[in-house]
């Protein structure tokens, strides 16, 4: 009888949970994870399109703020499962089960709420994911490692300049990987054993045996001085009492031939809109058009992109610049900008370093610079934005970087002062 590939014989939980308040209004009515992302995706479906492109095909993705669009998004773009097949992407939002009174208390607390649904899965491995990262990884890889190493946890990492993993946990390794302390945010990093000016920072991925995850989740969720977290409690104590091993992302991130390993938390503003913009370079760092590793997602059946109008200064155009399905770009003036499905713009319109969501209107002579747009905005005839950083302020958020966010209610609260 063959024998199952590894991940036929592991699952993947997604915690998608997070406020994500950074992004400010952008998670005003979303959680992060759900955000547009790459003109037609959400954020979510990179490490949902890394599971399933790595063999993984039994999925949870726990929730717990504002998760509509989250769940909408996973029954819309995401209900190719077949149970008959043995596949799942069961959705789990935080709902007080097993007679607990709390919602998710942390992201260990999301598993274990949810420990007799991982049962029913009956696989030997669980992938433990961050659902609001940016990144293309084969998950078999790392899942062959913690096997063949004989890890407790395998606990995926970035290698970073060190100065800049004083935003993360850092793990300090010996020359085999193995784990011999974890820093929360420290303020001097620990070099790795062959670059001092390098550190492995967590990625928020960790692999581990089930029956092993399982005994201690039932062990933190009893401590009452945990606070029933992965990062804060669970990996601290393994390093501590059991075998902990770094995975580094370059040996299982999925890149075009030459190109630097892409990972990318996109949790401010600024941070959003430069990947967007990134996008827009001639070979850009994320390859999105690589069929061998696909971002699967929700596709609304929507016609071709058209461009009209082909005068002076009134020419549908569009320079270094993605521009999706659903779009009309009626003279105006399109460079090196992201407009996601459904954009709608009018004549003698600029768009200039601009990343536009889903369905929104650019009326006539409108002109926006440096600009993030949230969905269903529509932007009044002769607005301009990013030209003046004092006039923006006083009714759009604008970031210390000089990035404008404009949404509906900033809109709907100028029109009312004007």
């Keep these: 009888m063959p024998t199952k590939r590894i991940t036929q014989r592991s699952m993947a939980f997604v915690l998608a949970g997070g406020r994500g308040s950074r992004l400010k209004e952008l998670t005003d009515r979303r959680v992060k994870p759900a955000v547009p992302f790459g003109g037609k995706a959400r954020i979510i479906d990179f490490a949902l399109s890394n599971a399933v492109n790595s063999g993984i095909r039994k999925i ?24 008959e097949r043995n596949e799942f992407l069961d959705v789990l939002p935080a709902s007080q089960r097993g007679g607990n009174e709390s919602w998710y208390k942390g992201t260990a607390d999301a598993v274990t709420q949810n420990i007799d649904i991982v049962d029913s899965y009956n696989v030997d491995y669980v992938v433990i994911l961050a659902g609001d990262h940016i990144y293309k990884m084969d998950y078999e890889i790392m899942l062959r490692q913690h096997v063949d190493t004989g890890a407790d946890v395998t606990v995926g990492c970035l290698t970073v300049p060190r100065m800049e993993a004083t935003a993360f946990g850092v793990m300090d390794t010996d020359n085999a990987g193995r784990i011999t302390s974890f820093l929360e945010k420290p303020a001097d990093p620990p070099g790795t054993p062959e670059d001092p000016d390098k550190a492995l920072a967590s990625m928020g991925i960790y692999v581990f045996n089930w029956a092993f995850l399982r005994d201690l989740l039932i062990k933190d969720a009893e401590d009452p001085d945990s606070s029933n977290d992965f990062g804060n409690d669970l990996i601290p104590s393994i390093v501590k009492n059991g075998k902990a091993m770094a995975h580094r992302f370059d040996e299982s991130c999925v890149r075009s031939d030459g190109a630097p390993a892409y990972w990318k938390d996109v949790g401010t503003v600024d941070a959003f809109w430069e990947a967007h913009v990134d996008l827009t370079n001639f ?72 990343v536009v969501l889903p369905n929104v209107v650019v009326h006539r002579s409108a002109r926006l610079r440096q600009v993030v747009v949230d969905s269903g905005v529509v932007i009044p005839a002769g607005l301009v934005v990013g030209e003046d950083p004092a006039e923006d302020a006083k009714w759009f958020r604008v970031t210390e970087r000089g990035i404008t966010l404009i949404t509906q209610a900033m809109l709907d609260k100028r029109a009312a002062a004007l």
């Design 60 to 83: 949870a993705v726990a929730t717990q703020y504002k998760a509509h669009s989250l769940i909408r998004h996973t029954q819309r773009g995401w209900n190719f499962f077949r149970a």
């Design 283 to 354: 070979t850009p760092e994320l390859d999105l058009w690589d069929q061998s590793w696909p971002i699967w997602t929700y596709n609304e059946s929507v016609p071709p992109a058209k461009f009209i109008h082909d005068e002076r200064d009134r020419r549908g155009m569009a320079i270094s610049s993605m521009v999706s399905g659903g779009c009309i770009i009626s003279g105006t003036e399109v460079r090196n900008s992201v407009l996601f499905t459904n954009v709608h713009t009018n004549s003698y319109a600029v768009l200039d370093h601009a």
